[in-house]
């Protein structure tokens, strides 16, 4: 019996070593140090690169392609004819008013001598002079009409690219022709509104392009739209881009608007800090300090206050760590 009590007892003073050794020994935390580097607030963003002139060449009406140009990359004229669309159909109707106006034409030739030799009345002579008019009005509606089977290009400079084929049935709003200037380019991004407010013309940007990985590409703020899009909560800008861009008119890029920056900041990853505060070690105790944080990055934020470079700091930010927990730097 009492050899029974004697095992119970130890097996109970050594479940309580363990847990003393347990939970006094100290926590292992990855540590960093402060260290001074450049802090850059930016505006990220989407865009496109495109020409700074340009236009885009589309039908207005739904009809079969009869005839293209096959200019694309060539040079051409404001005005010149890129495409036909079929227009037998209103010809028919041009050619059938034409006849209409040439019987109206006479019809009225006729009256108006009627009405000298005093047979025919003011008022026939006056419906003969509305029809004549009716069917002149009508022509020129039709020829107008006409020219919307024709498309041109709209400014002079190179075809861009080319869609469609002879034989297609072109649709109201489908791009055709993209025609513009290959230089100088731009970028069309959209930045989010609550981002805008910090965005101004004239401010730097650097740009990635997957075609170019290994290259920083430089841009600046041209223009920003005044009105924003309500729906997609966006507003667009315009980056000019230098002449020797390698970027190529439809790219897509990623854009980094740099707001401001600071030289010499003192940086810390970014993931060390929670609320406004991190953890930093002292004398082998975890303490939780305030700071106050100024840039602040995707990879590292600048510490304005609280901090100084010898400082170690708990990375990251540890959630199951209290203030005056006794810590070990992990090694390894």
């Known amino acids: 019996m009492k050899l029974s009590r004697l095992l119970i007892l130890l097996v109970l003073l050594l479940a309580a070593a363990a847990a003393f050794w347990r939970f006094s020994r100290p926590q292992e935390v990855a540590l960093v140090l402060p260290r001074r580097g450049e802090a850059a607030e930016?505006?990220?963003?989407?865009?496109?690169?495109?020409?700074?002139?340009?236009?885009?060449v589309t039908p207005l009406l739904r009809e079969r392609i009869i005839e293209l140009c096959n200019c694309e990359g060539e040079a051409v004229e404001?005005?010149?004819?890129?495409?036909?669309?079929?227009?037998?159909?209103?010809?028919?109707?041009?050619?059938?008013?034409?006849?209409?106006?040439?019987f109206a034409a006479a019809d009225y030739d006729r009256v108006a001598a009627l009405v000298e030799r005093r047979v025919a009345s003011e008022q026939a002579l006056d419906r003969a002079r509305s029809e004549h008019g009716q069917i002149q009005a009508l022509i020129a509606g039709q020829e107008t009409r006409l020219e919307s089977?024709?498309?041109?290009?709209?400014?002079?400079?190179?075809?861009?690219?080319?869609?469609?084929?002879?034989?297609?049935?072109?649709?109201?709003?489908?791009?055709?022709?993209?025609v513009g200037e290959p230089k100088p380019l731009q970028v069309e991004a959209e930045v989010n509104e609550e981002d805008i407010p910090r965005?101004?013309?004239?401010?730097?940007?650097?740009?990635?392009a997957d075609a170019f990985p290994d290259q920083v590409l430089e841009a600046k703020v041209g223009s920003i739209t005044p009105k924003g899009d309500p729906v997609?909560?966006?507003?667009?800008?315009?980056?000019?881009l230098p002449e020797d861009t390698p970027v190529r008119i439809g790219m897509t890029v990623e854009v980094n608007v740099i707001v401001r920056v600071a030289s010499g900041a003192l940086l810390v990853p970014t993931n060390v800090l929670r609320s406004g505060s991190l953890f930093v070690v002292e004398g082998g105790v975890a303490r939780r300090r305030d700071v106050k944080?100024?840039?602040?990055?995707?990879?590292?934020?600048?510490?304005?206050?609280?901090?100084?470079?010898?400082?170690?700091v708990i990375a990251p930010f540890p959630d199951d760590l209290t203030d005056g927990t006794k810590v070990s730097e992990k090694r390894g």
């Open 42 to 56: 930016i505006v990220y963003a989407t865009g496109i690169v495109e020409p700074r002139i340009w236009a885009k």
């Open 199 to 208: 965005v101004a013309v004239g401010q730097r940007a650097v740009l990635k």
């Open 232 to 240: 997609a909560k966006t507003y667009r800008i315009h980056l000019a």
């Open 78 to 102: 404001r005005g010149a004819v890129l495409a036909r669309l079929d227009s037998r159909q209103p010809e028919a109707t041009l050619a059938e008013l034409r006849a209409r106006q040439k």
């Open 149 to 178: 089977y024709v498309l041109r290009a709209p400014v002079s400079g190179i075809v861009l690219r080319q869609d469609g084929e002879v034989g297609e049935v072109a649709e109201p709003g489908t791009i055709l022709f993209w």
């Open 293 to 312: 944080v100024g840039i602040r990055g995707t990879g590292h934020t600048q510490i304005q206050e609280g901090l100084v470079e010898t400082d170690r």
